[in-house]
């Protein structure tokens, strides 16, 4: 025993309650040998010091080829400790054993709490404080004196004490542990009153006697919390008592029940109230006991805004003040107010009389909508009686204006007097009641008026005074007078019907009306017959309108009368009767009878015109010759010029004295004179004209009929025909105009004879007609085989110009215009050929098929020439590479591994269009070289093919350049023939990205595309493969999560995040909060991949009070 030993294994002797310890033993002989196989015979003991207790060990070989044994046991209790090892008499050497067992993991449910103070009933807003303390399975405190460190965040919650719903806890709150300590503190501040539970553990279990019962008092009373409440609304009716309860409250909105009573104090909101003229209402606050609240009491007559301040000496309660209305009382008809709008009480006849009401109750309020509800039931009756005829009724009835508080009685009056209102409601008469008014005429009627002659007389002499007097009356018969109540007068239309000038020549004027109410119309009527004068306005006449009246003639005015030659004609023949006609008029040119009129009254005498001598008047009669007409007749003898002078001794008659030519009917030809612009040169289709004077061997005038005359016309010495006009000259004798429009240009001879005699006195008139302006639809537009052309080349037609009689070289200027169809920009020269012709060259260099249309003038359809339009067709040119050009057909961004393809368009210098059938020359002639932008390469490129689109039948303009790249970047394509470039030698750029995402390679999993609750965490793990099945690394921002409820009432955004472990491997979460049937849609780069429909259950339910 002495020589045998122990020792902790790995020298660790400090242990976790609970746990399995051993200690390694060595047992010698006396001789030191190991005795392994040796029973053993110790007995173990543990001590903290003081007590000693037997220990229960197992003992075991320690090891394989070892001569340890181990003594194994279980301490569960936390301490210092010593183990004793012996045989009962003797121990082994070194023994005792020091060892220590420190505190297990934290059980949660060992684990005690209780109320810090032993207090668990608080006031609202107070601390609160709960310890828990922090145990082991075996009933050891976890803390640094047992040796641990650890602590446990224990879940904590506030629930209802009643029905165990979940109560949100202000500022509830589990402290960090302090060091060394076994206990974890909570704390929070309640605000709420009433009794809850304090439930403390983990997810699965509760601490020993969780829950934990507690009690929330409400705090002092807090003035600002408090709030007022109309138990009955806050609309009360003047003289009824009104009343307001006063709630208390803490700064936490509990209810406080001590006899606490506010102050309150009623104020006017009402303008027409002064300040400080409120009369007292009363007002009483009293405390309800064994409630929460005051309650005031108050009675006011006066109806308006009111406001209620509640309060203390300091502050008011939440809601102050409270504003109430008083609404009036019923209406009392001693107490209503009746008024003449605007104090007055005349009215025109035919218009609204009014007279206003003002509802009051018996305090004097205004009933009206406003002041709480108008009473439509308030009835009143009226009667008018007054000095005229009432019986006739005035529909008198009642109009309601519920904002004002205002009954209106309207009626209509027609009859001009003085009348009086009664009103009376079925319990009294209104005060003031009757209620005098009266009524004056109303505007004039127009139609309504009446007119007379004065004195009866409608017939005057031309030039005296004329008066018809207007009686003015309105529309219901009354008289509109100073004696009626009005001093109107109406600007009345007067007119002679039919002779639109009277109102001017005639001196009209209309006299305003004197005291009984007439207008005078006064005028001078000057001409004679029978008239119709119509008065009114424009578009009626006064009654009776028009009046007749009947204008006669004055005396003969021998200055006034006028005169004229027989049909007009001042030529006469010798020998034979002249015949001149009077008409006698009065000073204002009215015409007079010629009943009773002879020579007498008149003289008349014939002067010669050379030389003014008297001729006297041979044979003269004066006859008769109409109602209104003398016919004045005398013999001539002589021929020439003569003056014919009439009127009388003192005076001649207007026009006087008077021409008149006496001729013989003795044509010389050579004494004609022939003259005119018409015998000069002129142009084809103008009219020419000229003059024939034709006279007697003395040089007088002779007289010839018009179909005596001829004219003939010769051109280039043949005869021709032109349509000739020969008529007399009005008021001549013997003077003859030619008309004629000569349309062929040419030289032409004029003779002119008078039955058949050529006139003139020499050879025929020599004249040219010289061609027309050009007139476009005559001129050709010709051209020889022009229907195929090349882009760049010329081609050339002709145009032959007419004017519109198809004479050739038209003179005046010539504007020969090209228009092509569809327009096209094309360089146009115009050669004047000098005769007649123009040679037109047009260089197109846009290949087409074209309408040419040709114009001789501006572009208009009326200046378009014959034989236009006229189609050709420009082809394209031979291909120039550096016009040729290029475009990517699937755009120039690509998919990795996709074809690129490149669609090469062939064009000549001139950008047209070259088609070509299927040709190899086309397709070799072209060359593809693909680099980089910064100019490295060629890069390599697979599958290169350079195709065309045509067939051997079908041309094409179009080439394909096709090939594939796998790696990805910025490039620029070049396209040549041999050292030239197409596109002028611009690149062509475009870039390798990464391919899209595959739908059917891509996945999509995780609580976030399946059904969840409301307020969880769901998350959605995306994994993106493109068609190939290559990871699709891609910016996060271009992978759009979305999750929006069906009813779209709510939208939300989810995060994407990049998950480094793997490329394209993504992960979205999102949390819906608002429970509801939701779609789910994950897109990437505007382009949805997939979308699910999921349901969002509601969550757990929590009530706050």
Same mark, same amino acid.
């Given at each position: ?80 400790y ?12 070194? @023994? /005792? =054993?020091?060892?220590? %067992? !420190?505190? #297990?993991? &934290?059980?949660?449910?060992? *684990?005690? +709490?209780? $109320?810090?103070g ?50 949100s ?21 309640p ?6 539970l304090?439930?403390?553990g ?7 006697? @969780? /829950? =934990?019962?507690?009690? %929330? !008092?409400? #705090?002092? &009373?807090?003035?600002?919390? *408090?709030? +007022?409440? $109309? ?13 307001l ?20 104090t ?6 027409d ?45 939440t ?11 019923? %209406? ?10 605007? +104090? ?23 009933v ?12 009143l ?9 009432s ?15 205002i ?38 009627? %127009? ?39 009005r001093?109107?007068s ?6 002679v ?31 004679a017959?029978q ?23 004055g ?13 007009g ?14 008409y ?32 006297g ?15 004045f ?25 008077y ?19 018409g ?11 000229f ?101 760049g ?13 198809n ?75 550096s ?10 961004v ?31 002639m ?20 350079v195709?065309?689109f ?26 040549a ?35 969840s ?12 493969r ?24 709510f ?16 992960v ?20 949805r ?17």
């Amino acid at each position: 025993m002495n020589d045998s030993s122990a020792v902790w294994p790995n020298g660790v002797n400090s242990f976790e309650a609970g746990s399995n310890s051993s200690l390694a033993i060595l047992q010698l002989d006396g001789f030191s040998n190991s005795i392994p196989n040796m029973e053993l015979l110790l007995s173990f003991y543990y001590s903290d010091g003081s007590t000693l207790a037997p220990l229960n060990v197992t003992v075991a070989p320690l090891e394989i080829d070892t001569d340890y044994i181990a003594a194994t046991f279980m301490p569960i209790q936390a301490g210092q400790y010593y183990l004793h090892v012996g045989n009962g008499s003797q121990e082994l050497q070194l @023994s /005792p =054993f020091t060892f220590s %067992v !420190f505190s #297990g993991s &934290i059980a949660v449910e060992n *684990c005690k +709490g209780s $109320w810090t103070g032993f207090k668990s009933t608080f006031y609202a807003g107070e601390r609160a404080e709960f310890n828990v303390l922090q145990m082991d399975g075996y009933g050891n405190n976890v803390s640094l004196s047992t040796g641990s460190l650890s602590s446990y965040d224990f879940s904590v919650n506030v629930s209802t004490a009643s029905d165990y719903q979940l109560f949100s806890m202000p500022s509830l709150a589990l402290l960090p542990p302090e060091l060394g300590s076994a206990y974890r503190i909570v704390t929070f501040y309640p605000q709420v009153s009433g009794t809850y539970l304090l439930n403390v553990g983990s997810d699965i279990v509760n601490i020993s006697n @969780s /829950p =934990f019962l507690f009690r %929330v !008092f409400p #705090g002092p &009373i807090s003035i600002p919390t *408090c709030m +007022g409440f $109309w138990p009955n609304g806050s609309q009360f009716q003047a003289g009824v008592n009104g009343s307001l309860q006063i709630f208390k409250r803490d700064k936490y909105n509990n209810s406080v029940y001590d006899p606490y009573v506010f102050v309150a104090t009623i104020v006017s909101l009402s303008s027409d109230i002064p300040v400080g003229s409120l009369p007292d209402l009363g007002v009483q606050v009293q405390n309800i006991n064994g409630t929460d609240y005051n309650l005031m009491t108050f009675m006011s007559t006066l109806s308006g805004d009111f406001a209620c301040e509640v309060g203390s000496s300091t502050d008011t309660i939440t809601n102050s003040p409270l504003d109430f209305f008083v609404n009036a009382s019923s %209406v009392s008809t001693s107490a209503c107010l009746p008024s003449w709008p605007k +104090g007055l009480n005349r009215f025109p006849a035919g218009t609204e009389a009014t007279l206003h009401v003002l509802l009051k109750d018996v305090y004097n309020n205004t009933v009206s909508s406003i002041t709480g509800g108008y009473d439509y039931n308030f009835q009143l009756s009226a009667d008018i009686s007054g000095s005229a005829n009432s019986s006739q009724g005035y529909n008198v009835s009642f109009a309601d204006n519920p904002s004002a508080g205002i009954k209106t009685v309207k009626f209509y009056p027609t009859l001009a007097g003085s009348y009086w209102l009664g009103l009376w409601s079925p319990s009294a008469n209104l005060t003031g009641s009757p209620f005098q008014f009266a009524v004056t005429a109303g505007s004039v009627s %127009v139609w309504n008026c009446t007119a007379s002659w004065l004195g009866g007389v409608n017939v005057f002499d031309a030039g005296t005074q004329a008066v018809i007097q207007i009686l003015l009356m309105d529309a219901y018969g009354n008289n509109v007078s100073l004696a009626t109540g009005r001093n109107d007068s109406y600007n009345f239309v007067v007119e002679v019907q039919g002779y639109p000038d009277a109102i001017n020549n005639w001196n009209v004027t209309v006299v305003p009306q004197n005291f009984s109410g007439y207008q005078s119309v006064v005028f001078f009527p000057v001409d004679a017959g029978q008239f119709n004068l119509r008065i009114g306005s424009k578009s009626k006449n006064i009654s009776g309108s028009p009046f007749p009246l009947t204008v006669n003639p004055g005396f003969l005015s021998v200055p006034d009368c006028s005169g004229e030659w027989l049909s007009g004609i001042e030529f006469y023949l010798q020998n034979t009767t002249v015949t001149f006609l009077l008409y006698p008029k009065d000073v204002f040119g009215n015409a007079l009878s010629s009943n009773g009129l002879t020579a007498a009254n008149f003289t008349a005498l014939v002067y010669f015109q050379s030389n003014l001598s008297m001729l006297g008047v041979p044979s003269l009669t004066v006859t008769q010759m109409s109602n209104y007409s003398l016919a004045f007749r005398f013999n001539m003898t002589k021929v020439g010029r003569f003056i014919l002078q009439i009127g009388n001794a003192s005076e001649d008659i207007s026009g006087s004295p008077y021409l008149f030519t006496v001729t013989t009917d003795n044509v010389d030809p050579s004494r004609t004179i022939i003259d005119g612009t018409g015998l000069k040169n002129s142009t084809a289709g103008a009219k020419s004209e000229f003059l024939v004077q034709l006279r007697d061997s003395a040089g007088n005038t002779a007289y010839a009929n018009a179909s005596d005359m001829s004219v003939q016309f010769t051109r280039f010495g043949l005869p021709i025909n032109v349509t000739t006009n020969i008529s007399i000259v009005p008021k001549s004798s013997g003077a003859f105009l030619v008309a004629y429009v000569p349309t062929l240009a040419g030289d032409y001879k004029i003779v002119t004879q008078w039955k058949g005699l050529v006139l003139g006195g020499g050879p025929a008139i020599k004249k040219s007609v010289l061609p027309a302006s050009i007139y476009g639809p005559w001129c050709r537009a010709t051209y020889s085989g022009v229907s195929q052309g090349e882009a760049g080349l010329t081609t050339s037609f002709l145009v032959t110009t007419f004017d519109a009689f198809n004479n050739t070289m038209p003179t005046g200027p010539v504007n020969i215009s090209i228009k092509f169809s569809p327009a096209v920009t094309q360089a146009t020269t115009i050669t004047n050929n000098r005769n007649g012709t123009y040679t037109v060259k047009c260089n197109v260099t846009k290949s087409g098929t074209y309408g040419v249309f040709v114009y001789a003038g501006s572009l208009t359809p009326s200046n378009l020439t014959s034989g236009s339009p006229f189609q050709i067709t420009v082809s394209s040119g031979p291909i120039a590479i550096s016009q040729c050009r290029g475009v990517f057909m699937d755009g120039n961004v690509i998919s990795e591994g996709s074809a690129v393809r490149f669609l090469l368009l062939l064009r000549d210098k001139f950008k047209n269009k070259v088609y070509q059938v299927l040709n190899e020359t086309v397709t070799a002639m072209f060359t593809a070289s693909v680099y980089t932008t910064g100019g490295e390469g060629p890069v390599f490129t697979s599958d290169m093919t350079v195709q065309q689109f045509a067939t051997f039948t079908y041309a094409s303009d179009q080439v394909l350049i096709a090939f594939t790249m796998t790696e990805r970047g910025d490039f620029k394509l070049q396209v040549a023939s041999g050292l030239t470039k197409v596109n002028s030698g611009v690149p062509y750029y475009f870039s390798i990205v990464q391919e899209a995402p595959s739908v059917l390679n891509s996945t999509f999993n995780g609580t976030g595309i399946i059904d969840s609750t409301a307020g969880d965490l769901t998350t959605i793990s995306i994994t993106l493969r493109d068609h190939f099945g290559y990871p699709v690394v891609t910016d996060t921002s271009l992978i759009v999560v979305n999750a929006s409820s069906m009813d779209d009432t709510f939208f939300l955004l989810a995060k994407v995040f990049e998950l480094q472990a793997e490329d394209g491997r993504y992960v979205s979460n999102y949390t819906a909060t608002v429970a509801g049937d939701y779609t789910v849609s994950i897109s990437w780069s505007d382009v949805r991949l997939v979308s699910y429909n999921k349901t969002v259950s509601p969550g757990t339910s929590s009530h706050s009070f």
